[in-house]
């Protein structure tokens, strides 16, 4: 079975800093990954997703992830982060394309002014 | 386009009582998920459905817990006889429509069950 890390639960930022946010997984076989964003009181919203190709992977608002085999990490990246960047971000693994989600247990962004 | 609605978004039962939650997914959609996110936590997966057919339920926590889509579109997920710890929020996801490679699933607002 696959299991899936985020090593922090909460990330503090300044407004125009730099965020990494780190995941970790486990498994057995090829996984597909994805990282999605959660804000108050909405579902999920993805933000970018790895199948196949280029190990660097861009998403929607100036997010980026880097799939790294041999670490077997997928951390999430943005080089200058806004206030409206505030929410919950969840890592996810999946054996298939269109399979289940096994998520990691999130890592709350908050951004100060 | 409409997204995945989802159906009370907040409800409060007494222990004891049965629920039933709904999902409507995005037209056309064939795979449905439905997810139960604990506070403070990450979703899990609990049942996938592929049109009608229940394909996985492995993630069920209890035979309390049944869910349909006897269509093929709206699901509902229901908790007979609910307990304290069914407290959390019910995620409903779709995706997949025939001959789109993409498989990003579109998640609704969720449903908040509160048992007390």
């Known amino acids: 079975a696959q299991s899936v890390t985020q090593l922090d639960s909460q990330v503090p930022v300044f407004e125009e800093a730099p965020v990494e946010l780190r995941c970790n997984y486990s498994?057995?076989?090829?996984?597909?990954l994805f990282w999605y964003v959660q804000y108050p009181n909405q579902g999920l919203q993805l933000l970018l997703k790895y199948l196949s190709g280029s190990t660097l992977v861009k998403g929607i608002n100036g997010f980026e992830a880097e799939f790294n085999k041999s670490q077997t990490s997928f951390h999430l990246r943005k080089p200058s982060v806004h206030i409206s960047d505030t929410a919950e971000y969840f890592c996810?693994?999946?054996?298939?394309?269109?399979?289940?989600?096994?998520f990691g247990g999130g890592t709350r962004l908050m951004v100060k002014p | 386009g409409a997204g995945v609605s989802q159906s009370p978004r907040y409800k409060v039962a007494k222990r004891g009582q049965d629920v039933a939650l709904r999902c409507d997914p995005i037209?056309?959609?064939?795979?449905l998920f439905w997810y139960q996110q604990a506070l403070g936590q990450g979703p899990e997966f609990l049942t996938y459905f592929q049109n009608e057919a229940q394909l996985d339920k492995s993630g069920l926590p209890s035979d309390r817990f049944f869910a349909e889509r006897p269509e093929g579109s709206v699901s509902t997920l229901k908790i007979q006889r609910t307990q304290q710890e069914d407290s959390a929020v019910y995620l409903c996801?779709?995706?997949?429509?025939?001959?789109?490679?993409?498989?990003?699933?579109?998640f609704g607002p969720g449903t908040r069950l509160t048992v007390t």
């Open positions: 996810a693994v999946s054996l298939d394309a269109g399979n289940m989600l096994t």
């Open positions: 498994s057995s076989v090829s996984v597909y």
């Open positions: 996801a779709s995706s997949f429509i025939q001959g789109d490679s993409s498989y990003e699933q579109y």
């Open positions: 037209s056309g959609h064939v795979s």
